[in-house]
């Protein structure tokens, strides 16, 4: 158990209900590997709490905190900034504090690009992604690949609309990049054939029903890099089909542990130890 004292710098976690999350455990050893003192602490907050409680922290000795399920959207009415890729995004999943002065971010989606460029050696910019899904994660991601010069982003979605929104929403927030693709095989074929980086946001493949698939595995082709968000199983069916095509793949426990490690470093201006980080959640997830 660290020593908290005075000079102890806290970092929040607020949701609800927390359950398990991998986020204290990850960032405590952190703190601790560094030598820093700081400690990550989770707060089951209330939606109607929310406010009072965010105006409470900024007034104590926290550096910032995280906000998960259901109040990423909501906190966005507590702060006094938020970054522009948290604006266009319209969630935020971590704050920083300075003086208190509440800083809203979003790092889902540059946790994604930072695993998908560490794990697959490319480079964001000037590519053409196709993605599977236009919910809350997909937005994120999304819009992150827009604001790092994205080519081309392909939406396509279960339910076609949801798709449709989004893209309209990349292209006049951020850049003009962004079409939907029907579910129609032939067009999803068609699309993903452009595409470098193939990457499934929804929950298909995820643990219990391991065995699906969120794309037909003959229209995946040898030559993309394919993503997939979806983090228990560690390798989820798509990502073996992938590659047995001999594709390159990134797990999703990379989005899980980026996302941390980039708010890490803005509570701390310190570099974070990534390899530790990602060992606590390997160790956590068994
Ligand atoms: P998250 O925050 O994880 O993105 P979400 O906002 O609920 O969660 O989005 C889930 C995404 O997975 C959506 O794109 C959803 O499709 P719909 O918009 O049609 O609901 C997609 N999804 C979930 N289950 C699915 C299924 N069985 N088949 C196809 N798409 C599915």
Redesign the pocket.
Known sequence: MPVVDVNTKLVGLLGNPLGHSFSPAMHNKAFETLGLNYFYLPIEVTADDLPTVAAGIAKMNFAGYNITIPHKIRIMDCLDAIDPLAQAIGAVNTVVLEKGHATGYNTDGEGFVRSLEAESGMTVDGKRYFI????????AIAMTLAFKGAQKIFLC???EQ?AHDLAVEINTKVSPCSEVVPRDPARMASAVQQADVLIN????GMHPEED?I?IESDLIPAGVIVSD?VYNPARTKLLQVAEAKGCKTVPGLGMLVYQGTEGFRKWTEAEPPVEVMFEVVRALKG
């Open positions: 599977l899904g236009s919910g809350g994660a997909a937005r979605n279960r339910t949801k946001t929804t929950s298909i699906r969120p968000i």
